[in-house]
């Protein structure tokens, strides 16, 4: 039997990595047998893409950040993912080519160009799951994940924002370059697409939902992708216990 193909996007801060692990753990307590895997990744072409990205002195151009991510990919598709599945191991990704879709796209780079790069070759994911934030609470989780610091904006001359108890600054530059990351993306849709916001309202206020109750809501949502008649056969009988006399 042929392992299920998971992706987790979103924009920094919404807990890719944390959540990725906890769902391998879970689906390990269901038996399965589970990979996971990344991008960039640790192959000799994704350490190529972290040494560009942490040299600021590297300027390239959308198309050669396109063509490196590409080969990198195409390299971890080829000799991690496809092999993984075909054994019947479940693979957990975090990133992938939505990533691409978004990232590049707003360098300017076109969807269809995105795609036809990654045509014949590239599986479709029984499951992407989008986490969702406000960019300004992704960049403070970042903050406070690094460096334990508080979380709250407090915004000062010059249109900058600094966190609360930090002394490194965010420009609105950036805030506002992971806003029209966000709508990206919000605009990515398919079935087997899965938008799950990280925050929710708690009475008048709003709370960080806690991991496992992430994990419980990707479990349901590949469930209905690549298990429904378990999904209605549960809910039947949940509705029928529910029902009865006590």
Known sequence: MRGRFIVIEGI???????????????????????????????????????????????????????????????????????????????????????????????????????????????????LVVILDIAPRFGLARTRRRTLGLGQRFVRQQGQKYIFKDGDAPQTTEKLNFLQSIRRRYARIKGPHVAHISVREHEGEDWRDKSTPELVEEVLHELDLRTNPREVIDNKRYADKSGGGDS
Not at 87 to 108: A, K, P, W
Request: aromatic share 6%.
């Open 12 to 126: 920094d801060g919404t807990g890719k990595s944390t959540l990725a692990a906890q769902l391998a753990d879970a689906l390990r307590v269901r038996g399965r047998q589970v990979l996971l895997t990344n991008e960039p990744s640790k192959l000799p072409s994704g350490k190529l893409i972290l040494e560009r990205l942490t040299d600021k002195s590297m300027k390239l151009t959308a198309h050669e950040w396109l063509g490196m991510f590409v080969v990198d990919r195409r390299m971890n598709i080829d000799t991690i993912v496809k092999p993984a599945l075909e054994r019947g191991t479940d693979v957990i990704q975090d990133r992938s080519f939505y990533s691409t879709l978004v990232y590049q796209g707003e360098m300017g780079i076109s969807a269809s160009e995105v795609l036809k790069r990654h045509e014949g070759w590239h599986p479709t994911p029984d």
